[in-house]
T-cell receptor, first 114, second 112 residues
Framework: DGGITQSPKYLFRKEGQNVTLSCEQN?????MYWYRQDPGQGLRLIYY???????QKGDIAEGYSVSREKKESFPLTVTSAQKNPTAFYLC?????????????FGSGTQLSVL | RKEVEQDPGPFNVPEGATVAFNCTYS??????FFWYRQDCRKEPKLLMS???SGNEDGRFTAQLNRASQYISLLIRDSKLSDSATYLC?????????????FGTGTKLQVIP
């Protein structure tokens, strides 16, 4: 089945540690995104990539880094510079239909700080 | 002012009731609109696109009012399984890419 796979489902980070969240898609979509969701809040864009080897900062990129070496993969690293990393992280890819960008999401990673 | 605004709810309705949510957007250049459904601690899933002419999918009807800059979602004959958070999503062109903005969601609780 085609889809987006995020791993791990739950991740714990110690103070000062970098952690990497995995996102893989086999939908052949060019664009991929990382969002963060806090309880009772909407989705906030961290980074996005429209094509391989290119990515752009979203609204809350500080403390995060990404890479896009392959079309299928868009890993997110939460660095020690991100002082409040506890959140639900969602990866998405999209396809364009007409003028619309339709997003499809992975099942998410819940990151918590120990 | 937020680019996309929704009443967070919760909307508590009895089974079988009809319920409607609105979502307002501030940028008149917005081009396309969607409703997503999100269950607790799960990923959002596309529910339906929203067109000016209105569109219906079973018990769900979505409508766009460009003049007043809002979209709506109507759910008829509510089921327990409709309990979820409904996210309004707005697309517009910005700096050469499609900017996708999510509302904070409206929580619906259908009660037996």
């Amino acid at each position: 089945d085609g889809g987006i796979t995020q791993s791990p489902k739950y991740l714990f980070r110690k103070e000062g540690q970098n952690v990497t969240l995995s996102c893989e898609q086999n939908l052949n979509h060019d664009a991929m995104y990382w969002y963060r969701q806090d309880p009772g809040q909407g989705l906030r864009l961290i980074y996005y990539s429209q094509i391989v080897n290119d990515f752009q900062k979203g609204d809350i990129a500080e403390g995060y880094s990404v890479s896009r070496e392959k079309k299928e993969s868009f890993p997110l690293t939460v660095t020690s510079a991100q002082k409040n990393p506890t959140a639900f992280y969602l990866c998405a890819s999209s396809r364009v239909e007409g003028m619309a960008e339709k997003l499809f999401f992975g099942s998410g990673t819940q990151l918590s700080v120990l | 002012r937020k680019e996309v605004e929704q009443d967070p709810g919760p909307f508590n309705v009895p089974e079988g009731a009809t319920v409607a949510f609105n979502c307002t957007y501030s940028n008149s250049a917005s081009q396309s609109f969607f409703w997503y459904r999100q269950d607790c601690r799960k990923e959002p899933k596309l529910l339906m696109s929203v067109y000016s002419s209105g569109n219906e999918d079973g018990r769900f009807t979505a409508q766009l009012n460009r003049a007043s800059q809002y979209i709506s979602l109507l759910i008829r004959d509510s089921k327990l399984s409709d309990s979820a958070t409904y996210l309004c999503v707005v697309n517009r062109r910005s700096g050469g890419y499609q900017k996708v903005t999510f509302g904070t969601g409206t929580k619906l609780q259908v009660i037996p």
